[in-house]
Nanobody, 125 residues
Framework: GAARGVGGALVQPGASLRLSCLVIGLRFDEYAIAWYRQVPGKELERISCISESIPNIWYENSVKGRFTIASDNARNTVYLEMNNLKPEDTAAYHC???????????????????WGKGTPVTVSG
């Protein structure tokens, strides 16, 4: 299995951007898919996650109302639509997949099993 995030770019404040996480060899009804971000020198930050099996869609407070996570089963892809981007959204964005367990209530109750390389998002201008 694998999860590969792409779509990062340099954009101006207020712009929109869509990141894609291609999920390979994993079933959406068995794995939660999450987006994290990291700024150099700072801790990895949870941003959003989606799970069919729990079921659960979750957003970190600073992105709630601006970011939308959605899965496309036919394309094995999870998207993170980011609107009204701010300079503080600048980071490397990573997607990850974690096997869900019975009685799990939140995507992040357990660790992630597969990680993609970061795709850089820079909001400046």
């Amino acid at each position: 299995g694998a999860a590969r995030g792409v779509g990062g770019a340099l954009v101006q404040p207020g712009a929109s951007l869509r990141l894609s996480c291609l999920v390979i060899g994993l079933r959406f009804d068995e794995y939660a898919i999450a987006w994290y971000r990291q700024v150099p020198g700072k801790e990895l930050e949870r941003i959003s996650c989606i799970s069919e099996s729990i079921p659960n869609i979750w957003y970190e407070n600073s992105v709630k109302g601006r970011f939308t996570i959605a899965s496309d089963n036919a394309r094995n892809t999870v998207y993170l639509e980011m609107n009204n981007l701010k300079p503080e959204d600048t980071a490397a964005y990573h997607c990850a997949a974690g096997r869900t367990r019975p009685y799990q209530r939140w995507c992040f109750d357990y660790g992630m099993d597969y990680w993609g390389k970061g795709t850089p998002v820079t909001v400046s201008g």
